[in-house]
């Protein structure tokens, strides 16, 4: 088995501050995802990398940047926090492919900005 | 993007058979569905999935209706650890690899 390990667990942030989550996986999954989940909601789509140095959008990529910088780790920042906001961000690997791949999540980031 | 469509709640007891059912109307044909439930303050945990045949493990049985528009979780037995948010998802193919499109999930209360 493996472990998605996310830090910090809770993050809290001033308007227009530029914030920087971290995801490390150690099932040497080649494809890693960044979702957000906003209170009562389903998961949204921000980023995905399906290999090292590699970078997609998915639906909600504006106002986010990341980086895959090795394998095993790929972060997300915010670029500028807006006030009030209040969401989960998870992280998530899965072997590549079209078949089956079934996703692993870690715990979360909670992110308050105040 | 294909989309699902799930009850916003179910209510239940312990040792009941749970039917929890999904609408994917505009499912393609080489879309997977998948089944993750979540508890507070964890990540999403992977059930099942199926694409064309219902499917079975030790946590559930997925029946999809032959024309793929619709499925249904069947929790049997169901316990106070089953009590979660079910999530009815569409695995979609884009740019080489696959992304899950999530809807707002059925919230599953189990009572003793």
């Known amino acids: 088995g493996g472990i998605i390990t996310q830090t910090p667990k809770f993050l809290i942030g001033q308007e227009g501050q530029k914030l920087t989550l971290k995801c490390q996986q150690n099932?040497?999954?080649?494809?890693m995802y960044w979702y957000r989940q906003d209170s009562g909601k389903g998961l949204r789509l921000i980023y995905y990398s399906i290999t090292e140095n590699d970078l997609q959008k998915g639906d909600l990529s504006e106002g986010y940047d990341a980086s895959r910088e090795k394998k095993s780790s790929f972060s997300l920042t915010v670029t500028s926090a807006q006030k009030n906001e209040m969401a989960v961000f998870l992280c998530?690997?899965?072997?590549?492919?079209?078949?089956?791949?079934?996703?692993?999540f870690g715990p979360g980031t909670r992110l308050t900005v105040l | 993007d294909a989309k699902t469509t799930q009850p916003d709640s179910m209510e239940s007891t312990e040792g009941e058979t749970v039917h929890l059912p999904c609408s994917h109307a505009?499912?393609?044909?080489?879309?997977?569905i998948y089944w993750y439930r979540q508890v507070p303050l964890q990540g999403p945990e992977y059930v099942t999935h199926?694409?064309?045949q219902n499917t079975t493990n030790s946590m559930a049985f997925l029946a999809i209706a032959s024309d793929r528009k619709s499925s249904t979780l069947i929790l049997p037995h169901v316990s106070l650890r089953d009590a979660a948010v079910y999530h009815c998802i569409l695995r979609v193919a884009q740019g080489g690899s696959a992304k899950l499109i999530f809807g707002e999930g059925t919230k599953l209360t189990v009572s003793s």
């Open positions: 199926g694409l064309q």
């Open positions: 998530a690997s899965s072997i590549p492919g079209l078949g089956h791949a079934e996703q692993f």
């Open positions: 099932f040497n999954h080649d494809t």
């Open positions: 505009t499912i393609s044909g080489n879309e997977y």
